[in-house]
């Protein structure tokens, strides 16, 4: 019987660090969103095979995490339930319960068979401009289920041309390779921290900002009350300030993602890229790239994505 992963003896009585390490890391991943599959290319990728040498799949980091001993438990054999066994354990008996619960856990019962997966769009959230009306483009899905980025015919009660489509994958690679080339030059390290220094300062401001637009929607309401201030006034004054709100909130949450991004001790820029967290790559992206415009493409199934892209970088310090 091969050894068990994460273990030195046959009886679970000993743990092995280093794997127990991979293991902790493998959940941590999936608790932050990543998928099986992408837990398991990143394990490969990392140079850890599983104990008969073999490359992590889906379908034996799956199995590995199913097994209760990884938590310490075991599932008895009359009721199913997991009990303690008192054992060295890789996980606590908690994160192994979520892990079985999880939404989208491969092997569970799904509704919907037929959907298909979610697609995480990295450039969402109005980086993408359509380049023939300006309207902002959002990830959707084609006719035959390919994801993309469309000019919205509608967005915020403005509408786009609707135009102008770009498969999702290739504009994302591309992108990824000009932001890694971009971080690979001398001095670009040091020149994001500096832009990222100056979103800090504007989060600040834009919380102060908030405060203000809050208070002053308070203090609107008095004089109404009293019969100072007529209805029409009111009402539109407290919807101007509303709107304002939301504008400033969204702009928030822009800023702090990106204030947000683990800057020092990227080694390996290109291998860290492909395994690391959707929020991460994204809140990179924001910080170097201020707006992508796409063109329509030429002719149909061209995938000559590079004349129809155009990417526009911050300046450091100026943004
Ligand atoms: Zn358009």
Not at 119 to 133: M, N
Not at 193 to 207: I, K, L, N, P, T
Request: aromatic share 6%.
């Amino acid at each position: 019987m091969p050894r068990f992963y994460g273990f030195d003896n046959q009886a679970l009585t000993r743990v092995r660090a280093e794997e127990r390490q991979v293991v902790r890391e493998a959940v941590g991943r999936i608790r932050a969103g990543q998928s099986q599959a992408e837990v398991a290319a990143w394990m490969t990728a990392e140079g850890h095979r599983g104990t008969m040498g073999g490359e992590w799949t889906s379908m034996t980091l799956g199995r590995l995490l199913d097994n209760p001993a990884i938590a310490g438990l075991e599932r008895d054999p009359e009721t199913n339930e997991l009990r303690e066994t008192g054992r060295e354990a890789l996980i606590t008996p908690d994160e192994f319960r979520w892990l079985q619960q999880r939404p989208g856990r491969p092997g569970s019962v799904r509704s919907d068979q037929d959907r298909a997966p979610d697609y995480e769009y990295l450039l969402a959230g109005g980086l993408v401009e359509c380049e023939l009306c300006g309207q902002r483009m959002a990830g959707a899905r084609t006719g035959a289920g390919t994801p993309s980025y469309r000019c919205q015919t509608n967005f915020e009660g403005r509408g786009g041309c609707g135009k102008v489509r770009i498969n999702a994958s290739l504009l994302e690679d591309f992108v990824a390779e000009h932001v890694l080339g971009e971080l690979l030059r001398p001095g670009a390290i040091v020149a994001l921290e500096a832009a990222r220094a100056s979103m800090s300062v504007d989060a600040d401001q834009v919380c102060t900002r908030i405060a203000e637009l809050e208070k002053s929607r308070t203090e609107l309401a008095e004089p109404y009350a009293k019969g100072e201030l007529a209805r029409s006034t009111f009402v539109a004054t407290d919807r101007a300030i509303g709107q304002s709100l939301k504008e400033n909130r969204a702009r928030l949450r822009f800023l702090e993602q990106v204030v947000e991004v683990p800057l020092g001790g990227v080694e390996d820029l290109a291998r860290w890229w492909k395994h690391a967290p959707h929020r991460s790559k994204r809140a990179l992206v924001v910080l170097l790239v201020g707006k992508i415009q796409v063109r329509a493409a030429r002719a149909r199934g061209v995938r000559d994505v590079a004349h129809r892209v155009t990417l526009t970088w911050r300046t450091p310090g100026a943004a």
